[in-house]
């Protein structure tokens, strides 16, 4: 036992750094916790202080123009970064989502993304009035809007379908560039595009769950 306590003394400047290194590493790993955080929350103030942007997409049709070429249409698409959310954050800054949730009867523990989009679809339909019986009828469809209708007395009844398909992409933002190489993460984005080029987008939100 004597000579333990003798080895003991003997060593104390070891035991020494090896307790200073411990705390220092976990000063170190408070101080990159505290910074993430921080910076977390800075995008976040970027982000709800920003707004998604509208863009144009090219969308090749499959189709040939008289002259041969590809046919070509512009679909409208936007773009958002991602908020960061604590699950605490989450249940108080979207209620609404995290009732959603709930009501699918899902976990918010398990729930990684949320996403809220807008659109408002408006189309331009010109088409002849139809005689069905002796009753006077309309009719119209197309790749992405159906109408159609009867007219009794002076009033009508219409069917009204507009058929659309959403694209949805979350890509990472490199922070940092050299050359071809890219590195780190400067954020997170979320692209989404409507098939139907009559679809615009009016909100959209997206939501990251830590």
């Given at each position: ?18 307790l200073?290194?411990?705390?220092i ?16 929350k ?10 998604y ?7 090749n049709?499959?189709?040939k ?10 679909l ?34 398990n ?24 009753t ?8 992405f ?18 058929r659309?398909?959403?694209t ?15 590195w ?27």
């Amino acid at each position: 036992m004597k000579n333990f306590i003798q080895f003991i003394a003997g060593k104390w400047q070891y035991f020494l750094l090896i307790l200073l290194f411990i705390i220092i590493s976990a000063l170190v790993d408070s101080n990159k916790k505290q910074k993430a955080e921080i910076d977390r929350k800075t995008k976040n103030i970027e982000v709800l202080n920003s707004n998604y942007v509208s863009y144009k997409s090219a969308y090749n049709t499959g189709l040939k123009t008289i002259h041969g070429k590809d046919s070509i249409i512009k679909l409208n698409a936007a773009k958002v970064q991602a908020l960061s959310y604590s699950v605490d954050e989450f249940k108080q800054f979207r209620a609404s989502d995290n009732q959603t949730i709930n009501e699918l009867n899902l976990k918010l523990k398990n729930v990684q993304s949320v996403t809220n989009i807008g659109t408002s679809t408006t189309s331009t339909i010109s088409t002849k009035i139809q005689y069905v019986d002796s009753t006077k009828c309309l009719q119209f469809q197309d790749k992405f809007t159906t109408v159609s209708g009867c007219f009794k007395g002076d009033s009508i009844n219409l069917l009204v379908e507009n058929r659309d398909s959403l694209t949805t992409v979350v890509s990472r933002i490199p922070k940092c560039h050299f050359l071809w190489w890219s590195w780190g993460i400067k954020a997170i984005q979320l692209d989404i595009r409507a098939q139907n080029p009559n679809t615009k987008f009016s909100y959209l939100k997206y939501i990251e769950l830590k």
